[in-house]
């Protein structure tokens, strides 16, 4: 389910992709809530602590410091929270949890012998699920069947996708330094890749072994991928100077999203299966300050006035089929008209 980061990346090539109008969505609400209640997260501290996955169910995982300042994971459930461990235990120890499906699987990475490992938390117990030659791996995203999806290095040391199922991981053969941000329950696999962490960044669909780039060389992410193959995320237009513009892609082709009054960026974080979309964008030309929105049937719906404060845009996470939203330190759950 994944998870936004602000994309402002500088490349030189021109944009080439088709855009059409967004198509309709899968059926779902009829209209948007009008407002949504906070419900804080409570117990999970820290100045590193942070919620980045929700599902249906409403548990929500993470991380969060513990009383000496160690990252461990969490699962956060009717109030509660719950330490989900570690690999090994020790001055060293970390551990992070990036998705949780239907299942209440968990996936993230935890360390072992000072190396970062992408694990599986299920059913109480903590799986390793390996890595691609150098000992290092992480994982970001799950989907209901225990496929996952994440990066691992190679004995070279490169930086490359993976999907583990089965008990076994491979590498995604995507190229380049290539970070999995989700997996839907068809197996269809976005994300992004390029030359490094810090260079031009390529938006691609994998599925079955077939990689598909969605923007046509123009740098880009997609973040999210519902089970209708509605992908969100984000590339970089540069009619007049970069800037980020929140998307959706469906059957090959682009849509752009648009964006909130007085702003001219944004990007998506998350989609449904009902087809809505989460994301923020600024409310000023180039301005840095945000807010969060939602996006429907063509129409993007600003969330400040409903109840989500602007200083929480800068962390939108995700969004189930029950309408509720996971937004910096909160689940915000719709307030429905009686």
Same mark, same amino acid.
């Given at each position: ?19 059409? &109008?967004?198509?309709?969505? #899968? ?22 602590? /942070?919620?980045?996955?929700? $599902? ?51 996936? /993230? &990475? ?64 995507? /190229? ?17 890749? /390029? ?20 923007? #046509? ?41 648009? &964006? ?59 969004? $189930? ?18």
């Amino acid at each position: 389910m994944t998870r936004l980061t602000r994309i402002l990346m500088a490349a030189t090539c021109a944009l080439v992709a088709t855009v059409a &109008s967004a198509g309709p969505a #899968a059926a779902g609400p009829a209209t948007l809530p009008g407002r949504y209640r906070a419900v804080p997260l409570t117990g999970v501290t820290g100045e590193r602590a /942070g919620a980045y996955a929700m $599902n249906d169910s409403g548990q929500v995982v993470g991380q969060f410091e513990t009383a000496d300042q160690v990252l461990h994971a969490f699962r956060w459930q009717h109030g509660r929270m719950t330490d989900l461990g570690v690999l090994e235990a020790g001055p060293d120890e970390r551990a992070m949890a990036r998705d949780v499906n239907a299942r209440g699987d968990v996936v /993230g &990475s935890s360390d072992r012998g000072g190396r970062q490992r992408a694990v599986l938390w299920r059913r109480g117990h903590l799986i390793d699920l390996g890595d691609l030659g150098s000992g290092s791996s992480y994982a970001s995203a799950v989907n209901d069947r225990g496929q996952v999806v994440g990066t691992s290095w190679t004995a070279r040391g490169e930086p490359r996708g993976f999907i583990w199922q089965h008990g076994r991981m491979r590498d995604l053969g995507v /190229g380049g330094y290539t970070q999995p941000l989700d997996i839907n329950n068809r197996g269809q696999v976005v994300g992004w890749s /390029g030359r490094g962490a810090d260079g031009p960044q390529h938006a691609f669909l994998w599925q079955r072994g077939k990689v598909t780039w969605l923007a #046509a060389g123009t740098p880009s992410r997609a973040t999210a991928i519902n089970d209708r193959g509605e992908v969100a995320g984000s590339v970089t237009d540069w009619t007049s100077e970069p800037i980020s513009r929140a998307v959706r892609w469906h059957h090959g082709t682009m849509s752009y999203l648009g &964006s909130l009054p007085g702003g001219n960026a944004g990007g998506a974080a998350a989609i449904n299966e009902h087809g809505v979309i989460l994301g923020s964008g600024n409310i000023a030309p180039y301005s840095l300050e945000e807010h969060a929105f939602l996006y429907r049937h063509g129409t993007m719906r600003d969330l400040t006035p409903a109840g989500v404060p602007a200083e929480a845009a800068s962390a939108v996470r995700d969004l $189930n089929n029950r309408g509720e939203l996971l937004i910096g330190a909160a689940v915000y759950v719709p307030v429905r008209r009686r």
